[in-house]
C-alpha cells in the first residue's frame, strides 16, 4: 500500500548541531509539506514544495531548510538546532490543490 | 489576518451524549475546509473537505457543515472510540496552503 513515511521517530540533539528528519512518500504525489505542532499553536508550516526542485517557505520557515530532488522525498533540515525546535514535527503530501493532504506519523525532536 | 479558531478547546462526553464542534475562521477567498482527526502520537487523519456554504458531508456518527464564517462537526451517540483531537483547516484562493486551528480535544467516557 502507498504510504508516506518518517524517520527518525524520535531524536534527541543538542543546540548548534545539524539534524535533518527524512519524509518518504510513495503515492507519487507532487505536493508535500512540512509541520510543526506545539501546544497552544496547532499546526504550523514551515516549508512546502508544489514539484520537484521546488520549494516554498511557510510562516515559521527561519532555521530549517529544505530540498526537493525528487518526487518521493522532502528533507527538512535544521541547520543550527535551538531549543526552540523542540516540536512534533509532521510531513505531509497531497496530489493536487484543492485535495487533502496525507500527515506521516511525526518525529519527536528534542534539543537539549 | 487570516485566522482559524476552534471552539471548545476541551470536550468531555458521556457515551451517547451528541455534541457538536465549531470552526469558525476569517480568511479572503476560501477554496475549501478540512477536518482531520487526530490520536495521541499519531499524524492528523483525514475526515472531510467542504468546499461550500451549505454543504454537508456524514460518515458514521460524524457530520461536517460548512456557513460563510464557520463550520461544525456533529457528534450523534458518540462511543469512546470517538475520543481524538479534531483539528480544523482552511485553504484559501490565494495561496492554497493549510492554515489549522488549534484542535477541540474530545474525550467519551463510556
Redesign the interface.
Known sequence: DAEITQSPRHKITETGRQVTLACHQTWNHNNM?W?RQDL??????IH?SYGVQDTNK?EVSDGYSVSRSNTEDLPLTLESAASSQTSVY?C?SSPD??????????TRLTVL | EDQVTQSPEALRLQEGESSSLNCSYTVSGLRGLFWYRQDPGKGPEFLFTLYSAGEEKEKERLKATLTKKESFLHITAPKPEDSATYLCAVQMDSSYKLIFGSGTRLLVRP
Not at chain 1, 497552544?40 to 508550516?45: I, K, S, V
Not at chain 1, 484543492?98 to 511525526?106: D, R, T
Open positions: 509539506f509541520y497552544g499553536h496547532g499546526l504550523r508550516l512546502y511557510g509532521f505531509a490543490w484543492g485535495n487533502e493532504q496525507f500527515f506521516g506519523p511525526g
